[in-house]
């Protein structure tokens, strides 16, 4: 029994390391990497797989970005409430928003407006 090809993860949402190695009749989970969230799906490897260039069947998992991870610098003339969300530091004015977006390299930073 041979294993199928690992999946190559073609963007910065999801994470496929469990599904490396596996072997006929084996599954493997594929996840949101952080700071993406989402149900995971899995990666089916056929029964008694004997080809070696057989890829594994699986979906991608719906991952969505809702959240700035923790630890990002904040911009000046913000602050993060905990009950009203992003406000407008004393001395500044406007409607605040923040959200988060992940770059080319696959990390993330806040986005500032208002």
């Known amino acids: ?3 199928c090809l690992p999946i190559i993860a073609d963007g910065c949402d999801i994470d496929v390391s469990d ?10 989970e594929i ?11 899995y990666g089916t490897c056929p029964e008694g ?4 260039s057989e890829v594994l069947t699986w ?13 990002l610098v904040v911009q000046d003339g913000y602050i993060k409430d905990s009950i009203l969300g992003w406000i407008c ?3 500044f004015k406007g409607d605040a928003s923040v959200n988060c ?3 080319d390299a696959c990390e993330a930073e806040c986005v500032y407006g208002g």
């Open 31 to 41: 996840k949101c990497k952080d700071p993406y969230t989402g149900p995971s799906t």
């Open 59 to 71: 979906s991608r998992p719906q991952c969505a970005l809702t959240n700035c991870p923790q630890g």
């Open 89 to 91: 530091a004393n001395g």
């Open 19 to 28: 599904c490396r190695s596996v072997q006929g009749g084996e599954s493997c």
């Open 49 to 52: 797989n004997i080809n070696t």
């Open 101 to 103: 977006s992940i770059n």
């Open 1 to 3: 029994i041979e294993a």
